[in-house]
């Protein structure tokens, strides 16, 4: 099956600091990408999609300068955490549709980034 | 906006003991899907449902997607050890393959 790889598994950092996240595709070439966060014990919710070579669309309540994405190359997808504070302690995921030859619209997902601020 | 309700929030079952969890929408769907995700780990595809009525079978797991394409349940026969986690209905909104979820079901099961 499909492979993303996410980095770094987990960052603590001092607040201001910013903090860059980054999802590969290791065997498919994925045109979007979609970053989603997870609080503890609670849903995964949808930040925003990335599309490769053009800006990200973000969801409603989103800081687009808070939280940077860029989609440069079929195979890479990164979200900036920017001035991080303790509020943006979260886990972040990122997943991927694994496009043309499989039966079914899912999404693979990285193995997330916990992220501590303090 | 689109919502994806799921219950129950948590459950608490015996080795051995049946569980199931079910997700509403709050409007049609064109399909549902349903994941996985292990204490510490990321969510893991587990099937996607199309048809209306639809059931689908994993072994011990049986997966409907109702009449009206608006709900799903995820039903697991004598559960095992191996069973825990959280388990996430989610439904597609706006464009491919952009999911929202359920709030998601934890799964405890007791050896």
């Known amino acids: 099956g499909a492979v993303v790889s996410q980095h770094p598994s987990r960052v603590i950092c001092k607040s201001g600091t910013s903090v860059k996240i980054e999802c590969r595709s290791l065997d498919f070439q994925a045109t979007t990408m979609f970053w989603y966060r997870q609080f503890p014990k609670q849903s995964l919710m949808l930040m925003a999609t990335s599309n490769e070579g053009s800006k990200a669309t973000y969801e409603q309540g989103v800081e687009k300068d808070k939280f940077l994405i860029n989609h440069a190359s079929l195979t890479l997808s990164t979200l900036t955490v920017t001035s991080a504070h303790p509020e943006d302690s979260s886990f972040y995921i990122c997943?991927?549709?694994?496009?043309?030859?499989?039966?079914?619209?899912?999404?693979?997902f990285g193995s997330g980034t916990q992220l501590s601020v303090l | 906006g689109q919502q994806v309700m799921q219950i129950p929030q948590y459950q608490h079952v015996q080795e051995g003991e049946d569980f199931t969890t079910y997700c509403n929408s709050s409007t049609t769907l064109s399909n549902i899907q349903w994941y996985k995700q292990r204490p510490g780990g990321h969510p893991v595809f587990l099937i996607q449902?199309?048809?209306?009525?639809e059931v689908k079978k994993q072994k011990r797991l049986t997966f409907q997607f109702g009449e009206a394409k608006k709900n799903s349940s995820l039903h697991i026969t004598a559960t095992q050890t191996t069973d825990v986690g959280t388990y996430f209905c989610?439904?597609?909104?706006?464009?491919?393959?952009?999911?929202?979820f359920g709030a998601g079901t934890r799964l405890a099961v007791h050896p």
């Open positions: 997943s991927a549709p694994p496009g043309q030859g499989f039966r079914d619209e899912k999404l693979f």
């Open positions: 449902l199309v048809k209306s009525g």
């Open positions: 989610a439904g597609p909104v706006g464009g491919y393959n952009k999911l929202i």
